[in-house]
T-cell receptor, first 115, second 115 residues
């Protein structure tokens, strides 16, 4: 099955600086890569996703890049703000054995924005 | 607010007992997914239902079962509970018939504590 590795596990940046979180996946059949933000006591919230037919997607201060050859994708947050502090999860999804699968998640990155 | 609702918010029970967790998907969504989040295993996919039928299975124990009803709400049944079943249980929903690239929206979760 799919395996997703996520780094780093903790990332501390100064407010206003950029943050980058990286993930690798193992199954070349995976074709959908969402990123979720989880705040304490809440469920994961989708912040951006990318499908395998594009290499980059941007939404205001957030961007995601995908390299299918190397099987890795990254989340980029620019001009970080205190409200960006949370745990971020990458995930991958793809067909396996003829049926749709649930998402396979990375272990998460605790992003800390220092004032 | 994702539009996915889960009840109860918290559940405390004893080992050996059985509990039922309930999920209502977003209006119009036909697929429901269940996930378990624990400190040691992270976020893990358990099972998916689409329009009342089981669609995909992940790391779901035999002591656990789920179903989706005609009104599309879903229940996750956990029996013969063990201490290690203590975790957050999330439900997610998506619109289409299990397309692996479909966006999944997560509910707020049910925190289960087994004493």
């Amino acid at each position: 099955g799919e395996n997703v590795e996520q780094h780093p596990s903790t990332l501390s940046v100064q407010e206003g600086d950029s943050a980058v979180i990286k993930c690798t996946y193992s199954d070349s059949a995976s074709n959908y890569f969402p990123w979720y933000k989880q705040e304490l006591g809440k469920g994961p919230q989708l912040i951006i996703d990318i499908r395998s037919n594009v290499g980059e997607k941007k939404d205001q201060r957030i961007a995601v890049t995908l390299n299918k050859t190397a099987k890795h994708f990254s989340l980029h947050i620019t001009e970080t703000q205190p409200e960006d502090s949370a745990v971020y999860f990458c995930a991958a999804s793809g067909y396996s054995g003829g049926g749709a699968d649930g998402l396979t998640f990375g272990k998460g990155t605790h992003l800390i924005i220092q004032p | 607010d994702s539009g996915v609702t889960q009840t109860p918010k918290h559940l405390i029970t004893a080992t050996g007992q059985r509990v039922t967790l309930r999920c209502s998907p977003r209006s119009g969504d036909l697929s429901v997914y269940w996930y378990q989040q624990s400190l040691d295993q992270g976020l893990q996919f358990l099972i998916q239902y689409y329009n009342g039928e089981e669609r995909a299975k992940g790391n779901i124990l035999e002591r656990f079962s789920a179903q989706q009803f005609p009104d599309l709400h879903s229940e996750l049944n956990l029996s013969s509970l063990e201490l290690g079943d203590s975790a957050l249980y999330f439900c997610a929903s998506s619109a289409s018939p299990g397309d692996s690239t479909d966006t999944q929206y997560f509910g707020p979760g049910t925190r289960l504590t087994v004493l």
